[in-house]
């Protein structure tokens, strides 16, 4: 089955960095979009980021310039560097893999939290 691991969340200063990384299992991962979503509390969960199996990249306003999103099909793995972390960034932090128009297969999320 599809197995979608989040890792490198954590606690950091506004300014401050952090990659997170999603490691798939149990699909073919370079023919699939590969996503970054976000849901802070009593919010709901938006796109922060998504990439083609081509390589095309798409971003939430609120992120562009300061994320980037990347994936490397031989290791199964698509990150999200953030710089410049805001407290509004504050959230967990969720992988999908698109995997037909109607079915997504998500990770258990990581959480970010980015103190003022």
């Known amino acids: 089955q599809v197995q979608l691991v989040e890792s490198g969340g954590g606690l950091v200063q506004a300014g401050e960095s952090l990659k997170l990384s999603c490691s798939a299992s149990g699909v073919i991962f370079s023919r699939y979009t590969m996503g970054w979503y976000r849901q802070a509390p009593e919010k709901q969960r938006e796109l922060v980021a998504d990439i083609t199996r081509g390589g095309n990249t798409n971003y939430a306003d609120s992120v562009k310039g300061r994320f980037t999103i990347s994936r490397d099909n031989t290791k199964n793995t698509v990150y999200l560097q953030m710089n410049s972390l805001k407290p509004e960034d504050t959230a967990v932090y969720y992988c999908?893999?698109?995997?037909?128009?109607?079915?997504?297969?998500w990770g258990q999320g990581t959480q970010v939290t980015v103190s003022s």
């Open positions: 999908s893999l698109a995997y037909a128009w109607d079915r997504s297969f």
